[in-house]
């Protein structure tokens, strides 16, 4: 986990004072709302449909248990005790005050935080592998790299004012679990035939009013070769970019109306004639943010711990939490444990101040100081001995969190929706509360490991509907609110968008009809066949006259 050094810490803590004037000016009347709005969304403050909302910055998804805690007190002292986690790996406290809002910055500096770029059209929270630097399957650790380009792209003064917001997301591994293909930019990390770290360019992936999945734009590049490159790849799209129509302006469309061809030649050229000098010292930078970073002492963490069940005694509880949500570790004795924030009939991402703050005391005890947030709103410890996970079980249901869902259909991504969001045309919350607690029951009696369900307010697709095995989109019509479905859609290494299924039904209806959809999938998969296999075998006919019947 990287530490701040002393320009870190500055740039927080300045960017915080400054905002602290910024909101006097605004309360004092001396600026208006809107000469004020550029000024809060660089802060990351939105106006909600009720109130600000604040969006604070987990860089690469990466917690420690002081910064969990600090969450923790903001919630308290700020809001109404909670905070909602983001499929941006950040999270959003949804009723501070505005007169507050320079507190909560002071507070998040003094814990190496900051709410800088999560709002604007700048580069926003680069994200990654939840796992990343546990993973067994794990071929180069990509968080050195994340915190190189955070560092690169924080208040970057060419890349200030893109077009639009730019997202970036990295993988080190072939199993995908950063959704690196509906990213603007998104970068596989492996190994070459030396053993040295090489990258592949995903560039075009979105979702949204044109949802596309990535093409992969150049292969192997040398990380001494990459920065330079990435600048290049944003100098042209900030050259080029649309600016005429926001809903135009990603570099998914640019790539679209100019090809991949001419894009590349492009890029290729602005690479040729870039000044290599600021970037001469990138193999140095790894290796200091490296060595500025704390890791896990495997070693010294072993002897400690309590009992754990040894299977002596029968718990099919804690068996059936543990098969669903454990993971495999690279080191030998430790495993990868997953925090559900899905309880059944419950809203999808929010956790307590209670609960933050007691992760943050099972991360000191159980998970060598580290949390991490995933991009589908859980939560994960790291670094857990597999002999504590009894114990760790037994805490997590005391502060009811240990929910057995991950990966399972009532593991919801939804958006804030309609109960918040200003931009949102329908409900996204109360839906996704309805299809989890209709289908968790069915989930403890028959596998249905292989099915993703996604819940979005609008078109905007904050929810990710579009790649998900059953998507949801709710839309106005007439003044009424409106569900389409999508099946087949997935996020993985095979990225693809779900089609329509057809006509939109009512939010009542919406958890019957997924319902009937997952059961038509139990009845007709083959072993091992996820639902998006199913449907691309079966085509998508058979799914919808299940559908509506």
């Not at 802060?43 to 805690?69: D, T, W």
């Not at 910055?105 to 999560?118: R, S």
């Not at 009894?390 to 958006?415: G, K, R, T």
């Not at 309609?418 to 329908?426: E, G, Q, V």
Request: hydrophobic share 40%; net charge negative; with cysteine.
């Amino acid at each position: 986990m990287y530490q701040y050094d002393q320009l870190d810490q500055s740039i927080v803590e300045q960017r915080s004072a400054e905002f602290r004037a910024q909101v006097e000016r605004r309360l004092a009347g001396s600026i208006s709302e809107a000469e004020f709005k550029p000024l809060r969304l660089m802060n990351g403050l939105y106006l909600q449909l009720h109130a600000y909302m604040l969006r604070v910055a987990i860089p690469y998804g990466v917690l420690s248990s002081k910064q969990m805690a600090k969450l923790a007190d903001i919630a308290d002292k700020y809001d109404r005790g909670y905070g909602h986690f983001t499929t941006r790996q950040n999270i959003q406290f949804n009723w501070p005050k505005l007169i507050e809002t320079p507190d909560i910055l002071d507070d998040l500096a003094g814990v190496q935080m900051h709410a800088i770029q999560t709002s604007g059209n700048c580069i926003r929270n680069i994200t990654t592998d939840p796992f990343a630097g546990a993973a067994a399957d794990e071929e180069v650790d990509p968080r050195p790299l994340c915190e190189l380009l955070r560092q690169w792209s924080t208040l970057h003064p060419e890349f200030a004012y893109l077009p639009r917001k730019f997202k970036f997301a990295i993988t080190g591994s072939a199993i995908d679990r950063a959704a690196i293909k509906v990213h603007d930019i998104g970068l596989r990390l492996r190994k070459g035939s030396d053993n040295r770290p090489l990258t592949d360019i995903w560039v075009g992936g979105g979702q949204g009013r044109t949802p596309k999945v990535a093409q992969l734009f150049k292969q192997g590049v040398a990380l001494e070769d990459l920065l330079p490159y990435l600048e290049a790849i944003m100098r042209v799209y900030n050259r080029y970019g649309r600016r005429d129509n926001k809903y135009k302006a990603r570099i998914k469309i640019l790539l679209a109306e100019t090809g991949l061809e001419k894009l590349q030649e492009q890029v290729e050229a602005e690479f040729q004639s870039l000044d290599r000098t600021p970037f001469v010292n990138v193999a140095a930078e790894l290796q200091r943010i490296t060595e500025n970073s704390l890791t896990p002492d495997y070693a010294s963490h072993n002897e400690s711990g309590e009992l754990t069940n040894n299977g002596s005694v029968p718990h099919p509880e804690f068996d059936a939490w543990k098969q669903q949500n454990v993971k495999p570790h690279k080191v030998r004795g430790y495993v990868i444990a997953m925090v559900s924030l899905k309880p059944a009939g419950g809203i999808p991402g929010d956790a307590t101040s209670r609960q933050m703050r007691e992760l943050a005391e099972l991360a000191v005890r159980y998970s060598h100081d580290e949390l991490r947030v995933t991009h589908r709103q859980n939560l994960v410890l790291p670094h857990v001995l597999e002999r504590d996970l009894f114990a760790l079980w037994q805490a997590l249901v005391e502060i009811e969190l240990a929910e057995d869902n991950i990966d399972l259909p009532s593991d919801i991504i939804a958006c804030p929706g309609l109960d918040y969001c200003a931009l949102a045309t329908a409900r996204s919350i109360p839906i996704a509360q309805a299809v989890s607690a209709k289908i968790r029951a069915t989930e403890k009696k028959t596998d249905l490991g292989g099915i993703s369900v996604n819940i979005s307010g609008c078109i905007n697709a904050c929810a990710h509907h579009h790649v998900a095995n059953i998507g949801v989109l709710g839309l106005n019509k007439g003044g009424v609110e409106n569900y389409q479905l999508t099946l087949g859609g997935r996020n993985d290494q095979n990225a693809s968008i779900g089609e329509r299924l057809g006509p939109g039904v009512s939010g009542d209806e919406v958890p019957h009809v997924i319902e009937r959809i997952i059961d038509f999938y139990v009845d007709v998969r083959d072993a091992g066949e996820s639902l998006s296999d199913t449907y691309d075998r079966v085509g998508k006919e058979p799914f919808k006259e299940a559908a509506y019947v």
